[in-house]
């Protein structure tokens, strides 16, 4: 499995988000890890 796989399977089953919006050098975010913080 490539990297580029991972990623994908990854976005789609929404573990991971991606938030530079480039098609290069993209940056992803762990969401849930993210939201344990953001909660109130």
Do not use: H
């Not at 976005?11 to 940056?27: F, V």
């Not at 992803?28 to 909660?39: H, I, R, S, T």
């Amino acid at each position: 499995m490539t990297a580029y796989k991972l990623i994908s399977d990854l976005e789609k089953l929404e573990i991971l988000k991606e938030i530079s919006g480039g098609q290069r050098n993209k940056l992803y975010v762990f969401k849930d890890y993210l939201d344990l913080f953001n909660e109130k």
